[in-house]
């Protein structure tokens, strides 16, 4: 064991954020903390690292276990150079280096008597030099390096010089070059591309270590972890297994524990009714019975009802018009900044109800695209077409589409005049801003503040085109998944930009991928694309070879008209079965959300019917006829049976 947490209570101004969170972190454990935005997560990083005392509990560390710790606003300071910064957490073998060095030069010229005693000494410093991996330590930074995104044009910058993202980055790297026996990440890849967080879960994988990471990127998640902590409540749960398996079983307990609760609020309520309707006999038999089930009543351990899943933010997608079945056409699209060079000859089609996501790395233009849809940057080449009724909606990742000075009341308002005070209130409440909330200046608010109301925006826009630009930025997995929802149901057409890879596979039917300034289709979600990507790179650079050096179409190739049309998948065959076989399963998800409902409906009505079967037995009339209570108890007993066989089918649905 590396780390012990027990009994952990934490309270802010009276309100509790921790309590009684315990778990273990074992050698090469990879665990993950989840939770919604406040819940406590980095508070508990700051627990477990000492920085923040506990108001009860008790941390504690095995002895000889080092930590190494990432905060989300960490990062590197100085005029070092990138290179030299991270080869600073070498120093040690830099100094074994350095006196190798220096015993290999007094070996030169040593004596037959102080020979010996150099040789030992130079023995075990190369023996220490090799179990520090020394020979590789260069490499081994270079690796960190170009793995964090980082070419090695960057290396002799001056770390003053970076960004903020880029000094976080070169954290993250000094703390992997260190190799602690345990590392905390919290949000370690806010400021990563995809190439880089990929080669950021294979470096955790085969890490030789334990792992505690927080972060709201699911995929990542799903790669790395072996254990999920839950906090919610101020409460944790720990389950085993990567972030899929606990959402599963995350749902499972819920339904569970939802079902319990309401079969014991319906046992209640029909034992009131009961007591009720004896008491109102005003016999002295009836109303001892109604008092001995009082009696049982005040025995029964009420169960506290379950927290509803993602019951915060309403979002509802809709388009008010329908579009043509034409909904964009670029042609021959052509970027570039001064001397650098965006993408070329980019060609690609949009059609009524596609949910289309741009992938690429950092710096490829994606976002760039975006924007020249929408008139906000212009093309150095190539057309816009969009097709006929097309109301696009926007949302940008920066909020441009806010003013900054303005109101949350007021940038409602003055976008959308008609709707009237209590509806603007409701549409900012659906949205988590109540009260005085909706007073606050857009400049105040944070990132995902500034997320929520770009939503409620887009929310009340209706248009039948949406263009967004990074949605799930900022947004903790609780909304990621609210909106997750509402792309899915929406019946419009969607061009999106994202780095976030659970999102995309489970909203895209379509990616474009922007790869050596090039674009190209596949025809599925992102697990697809994964599957067929190097295929279609061999493909890209076969085409290229029909180009110039210059960069434009060689005459006679397929381009040499200005045109360079979005790359098909070669494996069509493969394209069209997984098509096929993504409407099927859409198909049965249909089916069984369908079968769901109206399994609940079932349940509904049984249940409402056995409450009057219970007062027709208790009436006068009925209780005194023996061949109707009969009639009435066998059809109770039948409704008992089809009830129970309901319950079980509909906790198999509900997972």
């Given at each position: 064991m ?5 009994n952990?209570?934490?309270s ?23 939770g ?5 997560k980095?508070t ?8 923040l ?12 276990k080092?930590i190494g ?7 590197v300071s100085?005029?070092n ?6 080869l ?12 190798m ?32 991996n020394g020979?590789a330590?260069r ?7 170009k ?14 010089t ?7 980055r070169?954290?993250?790297?000094k ?8 590392i905390i ?11 880089s967080?990929t080669?950021?879960?294979t ?13 709201h ?16 409540h101020?409460?944790?749960s720990?389950?085993g ?26 046992e209640i ?29 005040d025995?029964i351990?009420?169960l ?5 899943v ?17 909904v ?5 699209l052509?970027?570039s900044?001064?001397?650098l060079?965006l993408f070329?000859h980019?060609?690609?089609?949009l ?18 695209i975006?924007k020249?849809?929408?008139e906000?940057?212009?093309p ?8 006929s ?14 003013h ?8 409602i308002?003055?976008d ?13 409440a659906?949205f988590?801003?109540?009260g005085d ?6 400049k ?10 770009s ?8 248009a ?12 903790d ?13 929406y ?6 930009v994202?780095h976030d ?7 895209a039917t ?12 596949y ?5 697809y694309y ?5 295929e ?19 005459p006679?190739s ?5 045109l ?7 494996a069509?065959?493969?394209t069209?079965?997984n098509w096929?076989?993504?409407?099927e ?14 399994c ?7 249940e ?6 219970d ?15 009969q009639?009435?108890?066998k059809e109770?007993d ?16 509900s997972e």
């Amino acid at each position: 064991m590396i780390l012990s947490v027990s009994n952990i209570h934490k309270s802010f101004n009276e309100v509790p954020v921790l309590k009684n969170v315990s778990f273990h972190i074992e050698d090469y454990d990879k665990a993950a903390i989840v939770g919604i935005n406040g819940a406590g997560k980095t508070t508990l990083l700051r627990i477990i690292m000492g920085e923040l005392a506990a108001d009860e509990g008790i941390v504690t560390v095995s002895r000889g276990k080092t930590i190494g710790y990432l905060s989300q606003q960490e990062a590197v300071s100085g005029e070092n150079t990138i290179y030299n910064e991270l080869l600073s957490v070498k120093q040690d073998i830099i100094e074994l280096e350095q006196r190798m060095r220096l015993v290999e030069l007094q070996m030169k010229s040593a004596s037959e008597d102080t020979l010996p005693q150099l040789m030992d000494t130079y023995a075990s410093l190369t023996h220490a030099f090799e179990s520090a991996n020394g020979y590789a330590y260069r490499s081994e930074v270079t690796g960190v390096l170009k793995g964090l995104g980082f070419t090695e044009d960057e290396f002799d910058r001056s770390v003053s010089t970076l960004s903020g993202g880029q000094k976080t980055r070169v954290a993250l790297g000094k703390l992997l070059l260190l190799k602690p026996d345990l590392i905390i990440l919290d949000e370690p890849t806010n400021h990563l591309d995809m190439s880089s967080i990929t080669w950021l879960e294979t470096y955790l994988l085969n890490y030789r270590g334990a792992v505690i990471i927080v972060s709201h990127d699911r995929y990542f998640l799903d790669r790395i972890a072996n254990k999920i902590i839950e906090l919610d409540h101020a409460k944790a749960s720990v389950f085993g297994g990567n972030y899929s398996a606990y959402a599963v079983r995350k749902e499972a307990l819920r339904a569970a524990e939802y079902h319990a609760y309401m079969k014991q609020q319906q046992e209640i309520r029909h034992q009131e009714e009961v007591i009720e309707k004896l008491r109102s006999f005003n016999r002295e038999k009836s109303i001892r019975r109604a008092e001995s089930r009082v009696k049982m009543l005040d025995k029964i351990e009420v169960l506290d009802k379950p927290t509803e899943v993602r019951s915060d933010m309403h979002l509802k997608l809709e388009p008010k018009y329908t579009s043509g079945n034409d909904v964009l056409r670029v042609e021959d699209l052509s970027k570039s900044f001064g001397s650098l060079k965006l993408f070329e000859h980019l060609g690609f089609e949009l059609k009524k109800g596609e949910h289309v996501a741009i992938i690429g790395d950092n710096g490829t233009g994606k976002t760039t695209i975006l924007k020249i849809i929408n008139e906000l940057v212009s093309p150095d080449r190539g057309e816009i077409h969009l097709g006929s009724n097309v109301a696009i909606g926007y949302y940008d990742q920066e909020h441009h589409v806010l003013h900054k000075d303005k109101t949350l009341f007021e940038e409602i308002s003055d976008d959308y005049p008609t709707l009237t005070n209590t509806e603007i209130r409701n549409t900012l409440a659906a949205f988590l801003f109540t009260g005085d909330d909706v007073f606050k200046q857009i400049k105040s608010l944070s990132g995902g503040e500034r997320g929520r109301v770009s939503l409620a925006k887009l929310m009340l826009s209706e248009a039948n085109f949406l263009i967004l630009d990074e949605p799930t930025n900022h947004l903790d997995i609780m909304s990621k998944e609210i909106l997750e929802d509402a792309l899915n149901a929406y019946t419009g057409t969607i061009l999106y930009v994202s780095h976030d890879r659970y999102f995309i596979n489970k909203t895209a039917t379509r990616i474009l991928d922007l790869n050596r300034r090039v674009l190209t289709s596949y025809l599925g979600n992102y697990d697809y694309y994964l599957e067929k990507k190097e295929e279609q790179l061999a493909l890209i650079d076969s085409i290229s070879q029909a180009k110039n050096v210059d960069g434009d179409p060689a005459p006679g190739s397929p381009y040499s008209k200005g045109l360079y049309p979005e790359q098909k998948d070669s494996a069509s065959s493969d394209t069209r079965q997984n098509w096929k076989l993504q409407k099927e399963q859409q198909a049965a998800q249909r089916k069984k959300e369908n079968d769901l409902k109206r399994c609940e409906e079932s349940i509904e009505q049984l249940e409402q019917r056995n409450s009057e079967i219970d007062l027709l037995m208790a009436s006068p009339d009925v209780c005194t006829n023996v061949a109707r209570l009969q009639e009435l108890t066998k059809e109770k007993d039948e409704n008992e049976s089809l009830l129970d066989e309901l319950y079980q089918k509909w906790e198999l649905l509900s997972e």
